[in-house]
């Protein structure tokens, strides 16, 4: 049944539509049901399986992936999630591809021939309303010096707001 998830890790790469196989629901984990899309709306994904951890990353490759100064991924099993539209990778290190829209370039996940049991997906993409909570942040060595503590940052209702319009 799940004989996609044991196959070599590079013929996963590319599998367009289903990411993974079929579904099989591992014992100990919640099943839960996520779904997201890219900027444009091209590329959505949804998984019906269980989310077992959730990560902040500080590494360079994730920001300049993302330009941005961190990211988060959720971890999902490759058979629970099915994606839809086109994607473009680019592989930032040896058998880590980095998934992204190919009409505006929207990163959606990686995968690592390293970790062939896991999918990686931005947080950032989930739909409006979904929360997961990440449990640990990861390569704290390379974390940029000059945005410390971003919620500690007065917060201001728009872009043009002035400093007086800030929300608690
Ligand atoms: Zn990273």
Request: proline share 7%; glycine share 8%; charged share 20%.
């Amino acid at each position: 049944m799940a004989s996609a998830v044991h196959a070599p890790s590079t013929r996963r790469f590319g599998f367009r539509g289903r990411i993974g196989g079929t579904q099989s629901p591992s014992r100990g984990h919640e099943m839960t049901a996520l779904t997201g899309n890219c900027l444009c709306g091209r590329v959505s994904w949804s998984s019906l399986g269980p989310v077992t951890h959730n990560l902040v990353c500080h590494c360079e490759d994730c920001r300049r992936a993302t330009s941005s100064p961190f990211t988060a991924f959720v971890r999902l099993k490759p058979e629970s999630v099915v994606r839809t539209g086109d994607v473009n990778h680019f592989e930032s290190s040896r058998g880590t591809q980095r998934r992204f829209c190919r009409n505006w370039g929207t990163r959606v996940y990686f995968r690592s021939e390293k970790w062939p049991g896991a999918i990686r997906i931005h947080a950032a993409t989930l739909d409006d309303g979904i929360d997961c909570l990440p449990t640990a942040q990861v390569v704290l060595r390379s974390r940029t010096s000059w945005l410390e503590g971003p919620h500690a940052l007065p917060g201001c209702r728009d872009f043009d707001a002035p400093p007086k319009d800030a929300v608690p």
